[in-house]
């Protein structure tokens, strides 16, 4: 069986959990996108920063440390594939000594129509 799943007018690519360990950057392969999710921590506030290099987005999610957990407040914009808008929502909970980089992350990809985003 297939489950078409839909947030208003975003469809859901993918969605999941993942448990990271040792400071270990988070790899996604989108067809021919790579997005890699580092953590730092800082004096500031949650953020999150992005480089990039070709077809390569590594984004740097600043003080995701709070065990209660920290997300972004709405869908991430994050570029196109099959020729629509693709954005990110994740959640990140850190377990036990922030230092050691445990993390719960809950990730949710999303695709919208048309291809500009907004």
Do not use: C
Request: charged content about 25%.
């Amino acid at each position: 069986m297939t489950a078409k799943v839909s947030v208003g007018k975003y469809e859901v690519l993918a969605s999941g959990t993942v448990i990271t360990y040792n400071e270990d950057p988070l790899k996604f392969s989108l067809e021919d996108l790579t997005i890699t999710i580092d953590f730092k921590s800082d004096e500031g506030d949650s953020r999150i920063e992005h480089t990039v290099e070709g077809k390569v987005l590594n984004l740097l999610l600043f003080n995701f440390d709070n065990p209660l957990g920290v997300s972004n407040t709405e869908p991430l914009y994050i570029g196109y594939i099959r020729d629509q808008n693709l954005y990110l929502n994740i959640r990140v909970h850190t377990m036990g000594i922030k230092l050691l980089g445990n993390r719960t992350v809950h990730y949710t990809w999303y695709l919208r129509e048309p291809r500009t985003h907004g």
